[in-house]
């Protein structure tokens, strides 16, 4: 098989390495949309700008995170007034080895009626005919073509081949292996922003947004109220309520922080010898209810429901569990907590995001 992971683990999620090693969140990318020549979703009078709406909103939110944490690396894709590319947007947020990546938007409509905040994850189109996976495949595709014009590619790329499917391997899983964490942090985003100064709640959404399947982290894009709505430019323009707003974004952060290090706080130390040996060691198999308990390593999650053989496994064969819109993928299983462990280390040099899980029946908890 062709040295495809490894040279997109080397080009595109190099990131990832250094968050497995660090066990906390420890770099957050804010990503404010639009700027310089691009200025975004434009107010009906001409007088307002999103590019300026989302830097200041950005900047306020990069403030208050570096304040109440400053040991965690806050980069901004843009910090004044410039034009960016959207895949430069994710490159930074790649190479900065972000743990999180927020991109702060303003949305618009030609009618005056629609107001109100929205959250979007990547995820299948709201055209239900079209496949976002085989969407994103072709539109990598053609992204990526532009390598073919540089001296010595393949070298460079170590056999890089844009125009074949295998190359896009990993690129999918990686898919899979943030949709749940940004959907963690999209419901936190919501759910925080009710009662603020953008009042209407449109809802959570997956959307094939370019910016966001690039980054090789969980990612949310955040549009903060329409500014073709008079009530939500009214709150937008007002420093006081683009404060609140950033502030609502922080305390989305905060928690989802304290979840994110929880999840990572494992204890992944081999047992010495002399414990392992001991019988109630090896049968440490717990009993809730008549359910046999088992633990194993989650690799990721996904809306698709991926055939065991599949080769984002890797040669590995996973035990598949459904929890609500998605499916969860765990090897490793083992029936204590231990035998699991011991898989751990191992398994994160091929999926640096795993971590430990309590399989329980057909429920799943991370185990702290």
Known sequence: MKRTIYLLLTVVLTCLSASAQTLRLATVCIDPGHGGTDPGAVSKDKKSYEKSFTLDIAKRLAGKISAAYPDVNVVLTRDSDRSLAVGDRAVIANKAGADLFISIHINS??????????????GKSSNKNRDLFAYNLDVCKRENS?????????????????????????????????????????????????????????????????????????AVLV????????????????????????TRLFKAFKEYKSKYDDSLAL???VQPAEEAAKP????????????????GIQIFAGARLLDKKDRSFMG?????????????????????????????????????????????????????
């Open 223 to 246: 549009e903060l109220g329409f500014i073709s709505n008079s009530t939500d430019l009214t709150a937008l323009k007002s420093q006081s309520d683009r404060d609140k707003l950033a």
């Open 109 to 122: 409509a030609e009618r005056t009626g629609p107001n109100g905040y929205s959250v979007h994850v990547l």
């Open 146 to 218: 532009v390598i073919l014009l540089e001296d010595d590619y393949t070298t460079k790329y170590q056999g890089f081949d844009p125009s074949d499917p295998e190359s896009f391997i990993f690129l999918n899983l990686m898919q899979n292996a943030n949709l749940e964490q940004s959907l963690l942090f999209a419901q936190l985003v919501s759910d925080n922003l009710k009662g603020g100064p953008i009042a209407a709640n449109r809802g959570i959404w997956q959307d094939p947004f370019l910016v966001l399947w690039r980054t090789a982290m969980p």
């Open 316 to 368: 590995y064969t996973p035990r598949i569990v459904k929890s609500g819109r998605l499916y969860k993928y765990v090897i490793g299983v083992e029936p204590t907590l231990a035998g699991a462990k011991k898989h751990l280390t191992e398994i994160r040099k091929k999926y640096p995001d795993s971590f430990v899980v309590k399989i329980d029946g057909e429920r799943l908890s991370v185990v702290k």
């Open 280 to 295: 109630e060691m090896q049968q440490e198999i717990a009993v809730e209810e008549g359910v046999s308990v088992e633990y």
């Open 267 to 269: 204890d992944v130390e």
